[in-house]
C-alpha cells in the first residue's frame, strides 16, 4: 500500500482523506474552505432502495462506505446543482435497510430575512422529484431512494477561535502550517504555500 496519511490504495490509484492530496495523499491540501462547514445546514435523511447494505459500510474508513459516499454524494449534487448556496453534502452515517443514510446539506450562509425551514422543505421535495433509474434492480446504474426527513440547523455560535478551527479542520501531520484567512464570503485555512495569501511563497510542491 503506497499511499500515506491515511489514504486507501483501490488498486489503481490512492483514495485521499478530506484535505489531503497527491497521488500518494503525501501533501495537505492547499486551501482548506471552512465557510460551509459553519452553517447553516439541513440535516436529511434517505432510503436507498436499490443498494444492499453491507456491515462494512458502517465503518467510515472500510473501502465499501467510500465507494457508496461518492456515489451518494454525485447523486446529490446533480439533484442540488441549481440550490442557491449549495456547498455539498456530508454523510454522517450509513444503516441498514436497504441502506439508510443520513446526510448532512451544506449552504452558504443565507441573508437574514431568508427562511431555512423553507429551504428544508425545498431539499426535500427536490430530493424526492428527482428522475430515479428506469431499472431499479441492485445493479442499476443510478440511485433509488427517498427522502424522508429534513431538519434545518442555523450557524452554529463559534466556541473555538479561527486558529483553533484551522487546526481542527486541517490534516493532523501538517495542522501546525495552516492559519485563518477570513474573505467577504467566509473562512479559509490557508498555508504559506498557497498562492495570493499574505505572506505565500513558491513551496514547489513540498
Do not use: K
Request: proline share 6%; glycine share 8%.
Amino acid at each position: 500500500d503506497p499511499c500515506l496519511n491515511g489514504g486507501r490504495w483501490t488498486g489503481t490509484s490512492c483514495l485521499c482523506p478530506p484535505n489531503m492530496d497527491g497521488p500518494r495523499c503525501q501533501f495537505g491540501a492547499t486551501t482548506i474552505n471552512l465557510t460551509a462547514e459553519l452553517g447553516p445546514f439541513v440535516t436529511m435523511m434517505a432510503r436507498v432502495t436499490n443498494r444492499e447494505f453491507s456491515e462494512d459500510m458502517a465503518d467510515a474508513a472500510s473501502p465499501g462506505h467510500r465507494r457508496f459516499v461518492q456515489e451518494f454524494g454525485r447523486t446529490m449534487d446533480g439533484i442540488y446543482r441549481n440550490v442557491s448556496g449549495y456547498h455539498g453534502v456530508n454523510v454522517l452515517s450509513l444503516s441498514r435497510g436497504s441502506v439508510v443514510v443520513n446526510y448532512r446539506v451544506r449552504l452558504l450562509p443565507v441573508p437574514g430575512n431568508a427562511s431555512l425551514e423553507h429551504r428544508a422543505l425545498e431539499l426535500l421535495a427536490l430530493a424526492n422529484t428527482a428522475p430515479r433509474p428506469h431499472n431499479c434492480s441492485l445493479s442499476a446504474d443510478g440511485l433509488c431512494f427517498t427522502a424522508t426527513s429534513a431538519r434545518a440547523t442555523r450557524a452554529a455560535t463559534l466556541v473555538l477561535n479561527d486558529t483553533e478551527l484551522c487546526r481542527r479542520y486541517a490534516p493532523a501531520n501538517f495542522s501546525r502550517f495552516y492559519f485563518p484567512h477570513r474573505t467577504a464570503n467566509g473562512l479559509l485555512c490557508v498555508t504559506n504555500c498557497t498562492l495570493n495569501v499574505p505572506g505565500s511563497f513558491d513551496c514547489h510542491r513540498g
